[in-house]
């Protein structure tokens, strides 16, 4: 999941995600994660991975935020 969201950040540099450079598209896969179902350990394991990518993309926003802000302050 870390995997993916890292190549599905878009680049500053190139303005492009690395799944976009590679294959000319940006993959949609979190969206079909579906949490309905009877059963509750796929419905667990299905929102543990949402959360999972959420948590990894914040990560990545943070990091920017904070690399813009040192590059800035120079």
Known sequence: MVELALNSSVSTTTRYTPFELN????PQLAQCIDTVT????????????LW???????????????????????
């Open 38 to 49: 009877k059963y509750a350990g796929i419905k667990q394991f299905a929102q543990q991975a």
């Open 52 to 74: 999972n990518l959420t948590a990894a993309h914040d990560a990545i926003i943070e990091s920017r935020v904070m690399q813009t802000h040192h590059a800035n302050s120079r």
């Open 23 to 26: 294959y000319g598209y940006i």
